[in-house]
């Protein structure tokens, strides 16, 4: 299946800032890319996706990004509160299957 | 509306014995169903999946098995466990024939063998 790169591993911030996650990927076929949240010791969800024929797509503070031409898409999260503090994946896969990676955890310091 | 059950929440076992781990899904039809398992700070390992009852398709060779006895229902086990097979343990289910499917977890159960 396809790899998961996703950039940075570990990334703290200061309440109020911006955060920004990015995830590579190689084929270019893909066509669907999501951003899963994971609260420590609970279950992953969907928070936001995007198809391959829109480059952006927001939702209140989140927003995702594609750039096709570079192969990555990135995840935007502005004015970070302390229930940001999550880890972020960008799964990748197909119509089956989703490889999930170690994905980016994000640290919201007060 | 559609729900996922796992259980049991947490469980503690010793080296050597057996395993079983049941999902259950529930407002939806022939759903694709998902194992996964996660060791402590680390991502998601996909174990197992199933498109339809009695199929099954494993990811990586470990001493784990599953079963989809039933539409609905997904069941993970083991003859014997051992130490690295703690972790914390996720149910998983997408719409069948659908483009690049949502997957929706259920609440996992933390595993830990002794």
């Known amino acids: 299946g396809e790899n998961v790169e996703q950039h940075p591993s570990t990334l703290s911030v200061q309440e109020g800032d911006s955060a920004v996650i990015k995830c590579t990927y190689s084929?270019?076929?893909?066509?669907?890319f999501p951003w899963y949240k994971q609260e420590l010791g609970k279950r992953p969800q969907l928070i936001i996706d995007?198809?391959?024929?829109?480059g952006e797509k927001k939702d209140q503070r989140i927003a995702v990004t594609l750039n096709k031409t570079a192969k990555h898409f990135s995840l935007h999260i502005t004015e970070t509160q302390p229930e940001d503090s999550a880890v972020y994946f960008c799964p990748r896969g197909n119509d089956y299957k989703l490889s999930f990676g170690a994905g980016t955890t994000v640290t919201v310091r007060a | 509306s559609q729900t996922i059950h796992q259980w049991p929440a947490t469980l503690v076992q010793p080296v050597g014995s057996p395993l079983s781990l049941e999902c259950t899904v529930e407002g939806t039809s022939n759903p694709n169903l998902y194992w996964y398992r996660q060791a402590a700070g680390r991502g998601l390992q996909l174990l197992f999946y199933?498109?339809?009852?009695?199929?099954i398709s494993s990811e990586v060779p470990q001493n784990l098995s599953a079963s989809r006895p039933q539409d609905r229902q997904f069941i993970l086990s083991s003859k014997k466990l051992l130490l690295s097979d703690s972790g914390f343990y996720l149910c998983?289910?997408?719409?069948?024939?659908?483009?690049?499917?949502?997957?929706?977890f259920g609440p996992g159960t933390r595993l830990t063998v002794l």
């Open positions: 995007i198809r391959s024929n829109v």
């Open positions: 084929d270019s076929a893909s066509n669907y």
């Open positions: 199933s498109v339809g009852i009695g199929q």
């Open positions: 998983a289910w997408a719409h069948p024939q659908r483009d690049h499917n949502e997957q929706f």
